[in-house]
């Protein structure tokens, strides 16, 4: 009886060790070469095969065998054994793709063409030729967009181009302005210093008179009245500089031959026209001058580049006309006046050095090939995501604004990767943790805006950004030869399945 229950057992254990052993190879890959990229069959044809890293051998037998070899899952790209390793999918009549190994006979179909799950636990309809129409639907939008935004592109570099060419007009205007407005300061400071030496002597004899005065009151009535005419000279000296007159006669006209002849009313007026060769009304110039009237401001005396080299000869006619002023005595001028013009020349001479140093240094940037990134200069971006609006300005910095307070993700350094990455770094530093930076790529589309901003690891940022300037010819063509290449493989996939019926 032992003995009938030994074999019993016996059998049963023969019978399951052949039943494990049809599950196993069941669940083998029919084909040794299932999740190998084409191009890499050759490397796998010996019969000794070296893992990629280097690190072990491997015979031919033990590829696809569902034991994992090699720490890199070289042996094992069609199965699950091995996590780190990579799945061919053929997805024949749409395009290739690759998954980890990890997901093969998982019970999910991944490839369109079911080859993942091969086992037979799960059924994978072949989705591939629709899949393929779908993608080429969508590669011809692609297309379509990149034709229409390449028009865009050459829209903004012509417009670029009269930027550039406009902004170096302006530099080469303002220099030779700074020249001519330089000289003015400095003739005008010279003015200004007679002006005050003149003030100062008239106040030490304004002070030896009436020292004078006082001792002739000691000396007696007779020597003070032979005396009494010089201190009301004074007394009207002292009040003429008061009131930003020179000790002239009012009566005289402010001027000699070289001022043309203009009344010293005239010649104020001229002054504060600030160069513009307009001369106007004298009962309009009083007007101006009580109502504090200003000039609209140096950006606007330059506005019209058209016309900036009549506007410049202009300023060296009108320019010249008031340097004629320095010929004529120091008593006739308006000391009030002088001071004005020298202050106001004065800030316009520190605008105008502003405005050279700020063209000077935009020229410095890397605005692409063909300056086509010239128009995002002084430009930014913004994207607003969860609680957060996140600012983008090219050139300068990146920001993150949140309630009352402003994080810097990162200035401005550099393009990178042909002009498709925008790179900011050395922004504000995180809590215990590395500085901020973010990486911005570039994509083809129809209107420059920032479209998502992700923090893919702590403190570092990456955006995505659309704009026509990233819409090139090269790539239409290339996209046109790939489109060509899926209708190919799709005409032919079609063509078998109809044989195949």
Not at 76 to 92: D, I, L, M, R
Request: proline share 3%.
């Amino acid at each position: 009886m032992k003995l009938t229950l030994s074999v019993i057992n016996l059998s049963l254990v023969f019978f399951s060790l052949i039943i494990s052993s049809h599950e196993s190879s069941s669940s083998l890959p029919s084909n040794s070469f299932l999740g190998i990229p084409p191009q890499d069959e050759e490397y796998f044809n010996g019969e000794i095969i070296k893992c990629k890293n280097g690190s072990k051998k491997f015979t031919k037998t033990q590829l696809n065998d569902d034991f994992c070899d090699c720490p890199d899952g070289t042996d094992e790209p069609g199965t699950s054994a091995c996590p780190g390793g990579k799945f061919y999918c053929k997805n024949v009549g749409h395009s290739p793709s690759l998954l980890y190994s990890s997901r093969v006979n998982d019970g999910i179909c991944d490839c369109c063409d079911g080859s993942d799950e091969y086992d037979g636990k799960v059924k994978c309809p072949n989705t591939c030729i629709k899949a393929g129409k779908v993608a080429i639907e969508s590669f011809k939008r692609k297309i379509e967009v990149y034709q229409e935004g390449i028009a865009l592109r050459k829209q903004e570099i012509e417009q670029a181009k009269r930027a550039v060419a406009r902004d170096k007009a302006e530099l080469s205007g303002l220099e030779k302005e700074r020249e001519v407005v330089g000289k003015l300061v400095n003739q005008l400071d010279e003015l200004v210093r007679k002006l005050e030496q003149e003030h100062q002597e008239n106040e030490d004899k304004m002070r030896e008179a009436q020292n004078e005065k006082v001792e002739n009151e000691k000396n007696g009535p007779e020597e003070n009245a032979d005396n009494q005419i010089e201190p009301m000279k004074t007394s009207d000296v002292e009040k003429r500089w008061q009131s930003g007159k020179s000790p002239s006669d009012q009566n005289e006209k402010d001027g000699d031959d070289s001022s043309e002849g203009l009344s010293r009313e005239e010649l104020g007026q001229l002054v504060a026209s600030r160069w513009t060769g307009k001369v106007k009304e004298i009962d309009q110039a009083k007007n101006d001058q009580e109502n504090g009237g200003q000039d609209a401001g140096y950006k606007e005396s330059v506005a019209d580049n058209a016309s900036h080299q009549s506007w410049l000869n202009k300023i060296q006619e009108t320019a010249q006309h008031f340097l004629n002023l320095f010929s004529a005595p120091v008593a006739n001028l308006d000391a009030n006046q002088i001071r004005k013009e020298y202050n106001d020349y004065t800030a316009k001479l520190s605008d105008i050095d502003s405005r050279i140093s700020s063209l000077t240094g935009k020229f410095k940037h890397d605005f692409g090939k063909e300056n086509e990134f010239y128009l995002f200069y002084d430009r930014c971006f913004e994207l607003e995501q969860d609680k957060y609006v996140y600012e983008v300005c090219p050139f300068k910095d990146a920001k993150q604004k949140g309630g009352n307070s402003e994080t810097l993700l990162g200035n401005w350094v550099e393009f990178g990767n042909s002009y498709r990455l925008m790179l900011f770094t050395d922004g504000h530093k995180c809590w215990n943790g590395p500085d901020r930076h973010l990486k911005v790529k570039l994509r083809c589309g129809l209107k420059t805006e920032l479209t998502g901003m992700d923090e893919p690891s702590r403190c570092e940022y990456a955006a995505l950004m659309y704009t026509p300037v990233l819409c090139l010819e090269e790539k239409v063509e290339e996209f046109k030869q790939k489109l060509e290449s899926m209708n190919q493989v799709q005409e032919q996939e079609q063509r078998w399945g109809h044989d195949e019926l």
